[in-house]
């Protein structure tokens, strides 16, 4: 993959300069820095703000945070001027309590200049194969789906506590996965990892771009979220893992979780 | 891909390690190199075994951590081995609920198995994380009070003056000159080779070896999100350690007495959480949880299915708390403990290369 990538490139850049000699081309010497911020609708979560029942969703519940651990795979560039699109193809799995993989920068040197930058939440069907990667085979005492739900991995584990319609606190598991029907024979999946765009960012020689997940937007829309009736068993839960992907995603016009932040350079 | 930046960085380590070799303490002896005896199966899933770069695996520094494991010498009155704790037949463990030290007292914490440390990515050992490494974790038990009371200084003694260790440290080390530090080096590289990887389910994995109709429901239980769940900490097939070494509240107790991982950080939401075990060689270590409350697997199962109760710090992954959890059918109880024995190993407790050498 990357490689056809480099090839392209290389090819492109061959004929640029063929045929425009007084233009010469920029050479592909820069790495792109992410860092991973995370709100609950502008207030900053860091590590002493989990296990406290100190936000309220859309659906008026109390709610913590105990656990957020996601991954985010297949940044892409996609250069304005010349419509190059360069993938390292590689993924990062964030630990928001832990700290780790804050910052990520993709194995990959692109050209300076005016790009689109995407990323894709979770892994699409493409990368999403049963337990091939011995990483995140180890992360979290194995961040794999069973094979009942269609193997691959999660795409986000995201816990805590709530309270619910009778006052008393329980628990809530919102992990995203690929949807499934194991009800049906074969099994019906559906890639429901979303490309997340960033818009348009200058690329210079240290190029840092802040990626902010609004955790609220999980529960807000187009589905408002009603935790007393969605809590746990969520991953066999086709239905609940379209909502997910549908209040992740920009689908429909909404806002989303993602939101480029801020970029330095 | 990742994958192959993970190889990248795993040469990049190789060749640190390999350098570091030489600039080592000991005027650049080196003894014989020893691989570590990788199963198949976690060549293939998961990362490589975390081995510092300065205590790298020799087949002189494994014979000589072997036998100060099971010497009772490193105890204060010479009656009490390591072993005599974490005993082979236990697969590492202690078949007591609370073990006992030299001077008859009992600890307050079950005997945890030795097994796949190596594997610990976070290197944090005993059920609350206190110790920063396997050559760290050795420190404590000869000094410990209620365990071999001894000191490090009147441990080292005894084995500088002793007929056979100064040439074993030579051959392990390039010095004659016993310390703490080469103890619990060599004691740590025979700990790493405890691996156990050859269970039932491993050759089931492997293609080698059928399950019963029951241990393949036991597995779809434990893999079902409504039932068992447990794969959310336990690990799944992708994952052979069958433990995510991260610590939790499973809901045993209302308060907690041993504050177990919120005791060492002082965090009061790790109050009474304590590090997840692996299943593996369940057939061997009984009894169960950090304080062996439980005789038997089936007791372990009943408290998943019907016995949890409420505290602050329960997991969220834990469900249906108030009535106790999910309450499984007597099948699932049944074909959920089959399943959780096939993952016990004959073969490790049996290693004719973890027995007693002395």
């Known amino acids: 993959m990357k490689k056809i990538v480099l090839m392209i490139v290389a090819s492109v850049l061959v004929f640029g300069c063929n045929n425009d000699d007084n233009n010469p081309q920029p050479t592909p010497n820069a790495t792109v820095e992410f860092t991973f911020t995370h709100n609950w609708d502008g207030d900053v979560i860091e590590n002493s703000d989990f296990d406290l029942l100190q936000y309220f969703n859309a659906n008026g519940e109390q709610m913590s945070i105990s656990k957020l651990v996601y991954l985010i795979s297949d940044v892409t560039f996609t250069n304005l001027s010349t419509a190059v699109s360069y993938d390292a193809g590689d993924y990062n799995l964030i630990n928001v309590r832990e700290g780790t993989n804050l910052t990520f920068t993709p194995d990959i040197e692109i050209p300076e200049g005016e790009y689109l930058v995407t990323f894709t939440f979770g892994f699409d069907d493409e990368d999403n194969q049963d337990g091939i990667y011995p990483d995140l085979n180890s992360a979290d005492g194995g961040w794999n789906v069973p094979m009942a739900l269609g193997g691959g991995y999660h795409y986000m584990r995201l816990e805590g506590k709530f309270v619910d319609n009778t006052s008393a606190q329980a628990n809530y598991a919102y992990h995203t996965i690929r949807a499934n029907d194991n009800t049906t024979t074969p099994i019906t999946l559906q890639d429901t990892s979303f490309e997340v765009s960033l818009g348009q960012v200058t690329v210079g020689s240290s190029t840092s771009v802040e990626v902010k997940m609004n955790v609220a937007e999980w529960f807000r829309s187009p589905n408002q979220w009603d935790l007393n009736q969605l809590n746990t068993v969520l991953m066999p839960n086709f239905d609940a893992q379209i909502m997910m992907y549908e209040n992740g995603s920009t689908f429909n016009g909404s806002t989303g979780v993602f939101s480029k932040g801020t970029v330095t350079q | ?358």
């Open chain 2, 1 to 358: 891909m990742k994958r192959s930046l993970a190889y990248i960085a795993l040469c990049c380590l190789l060749v640190v390690s390999c350098t570091t070799d030489q600039d080592d303490n000991t005027d650049g002896y080196t003894a014989t190199p020893l691989e570590l005896n990788i199963p198949p199966l976690f060549a293939e899933k998961i990362l490589p075994p975390v081995i510092p770069e300065d205590n790298p695996q020799s087949v002189e520094g494994v014979t000589l951590g072997r036998k100060l494991f099971f010497d009772k010498k490193l105890s204060a009155d010479n009656t009490l081995a390591c072993a005599g704790c974490h005993s082979p037949a236990s697969a590492f463990s202690d078949p007591r609920q609370f073990s006992v030290g030299i001077d008859g007292t009992a600890g307050t914490r079950n005997s945890m198995p030795l097994f796949n440390l190596a594997w610990n990515y976070n290197e944090l050992f005993f059920w609350d994380g206190r110790a920063a490494s396997i050559e760290n974790q050795a420190l404590f038990p000869v000094i410990d009070p209620i365990e071999m009371h001894n000191t490090w200084p009147e441990a080292v003694n005894t084995l500088q003056a002793d007929p056979e260790y100064p040439a074993l440290f030579e051959a392990a080390f390039g010095t004659q000159n016993i310390d703490s530090t080469l103890v619990t080096k060599a004691i740590a590289q025979f700990v790493r080779t405890l691996i156990s990887g050859n269970s039932k389910f491993d050759r089931y994995l492997a293609g080698t070896e059928q399950l019963t109709q029951s241990e393949l429901n036991g597995l779809n239980v434990f893999l079902d999100e409504n039932r068992g769940d447990c794969f959310h900490c336990h690990g799944n097939p992708n994952n052979p350690l069958w433990t995510d070494n991260i610590f939790h509240n499973n809901g045993l107790d209302e308060t907690h007495i041993d504050r177990g991982r919120g005791a060492v950080t002082g965090d009061p939401r790790e109050f009474g959480t304590f590090k997840t075990p692996s299943l593996r060689n369940l057939a061997y270590t009984a009894p169960y949880m950090h304080d062996g409350r439980f005789n038997t697997i089936d007791e372990v199962i009943d408290h998943y299915s019907e016995g949890l109760v409420y505290s602050e710090t329960i997991d969220p992954l834990m469900k249906k708390v108030d009535e106790g959890g999910v309450g499984l059918t007597p099948e699932d109880k049944a074909d959920l403990k089959a399943f959780l024995l096939t993952l016990s190993d004959p073969s490790f407790i049996s290693n004719p290369d973890f027995q007693d050498p002395n």
